[in-house]
Nanobody, 123 residues
Framework: QVQLVESGGGLVQAGGSLRLSCAAS????????MGWFRQAPGKEREFVAA????????YYAGSVKGRFTISRDNAKNTVYLQMNSLKPEDTAVYYC????????????????WGQGTQVTVSS
């Protein structure tokens, strides 16, 4: 089992940047597929980015591709989401997730979730 704690959210102006971090407990972090999801008020949770165990494979939602970068540091048990050129429509609670599957991009395929961190982008 793994516990996830996100940090780094906040209020930023459109065009700005934020870096989210997700710290994982346990010694088996490197065996988990990692993903970032987000949920805006009144909307379903949606996929943002996924990263394989080794960090060699990534995949992004079309709405963030080219602006967001997911990465991991297995030595620090941490996954990051660098968010650049932020837009008001990026406003949401961002969640970190860990999965036991080889690959997944839907929420129900992930097994462990953090509590979320709020990102608000003002226009």
């Amino acid at each position: 089992q793994v516990q996830l704690v996100e940090s780094g959210g906040g209020l930023v102006q459109a065009g700005g940047s934020l870096r989210l971090s997700c710290a994982a407990s346990g010694r088996t972090f490197s065996t988990y597929l990692m993903g970032w999801f987000r949920q805006a008020p009144g909307k379903e949770r949606e996929f943002v980015a996924a990263l394989s165990r080794s960090g060699s494979r990534t995949y992004y939602a079309g709405s963030v591709k080219g602006r967001f970068t997911i990465s991991r540091d297995n030595a620090k048990n941490t996954v990051y989401l660098q968010m650049n050129s932020l837009k008001p429509e990026d406003t949401a609670v961002y969640y970190c997730a860990a999965g036991l599957r080889d690959w997944a991009i839907t929420p129900n395929e992930y097994d462990y979730w953090g509590q979320g961190t709020q990102v608000t982008v003002s226009s």
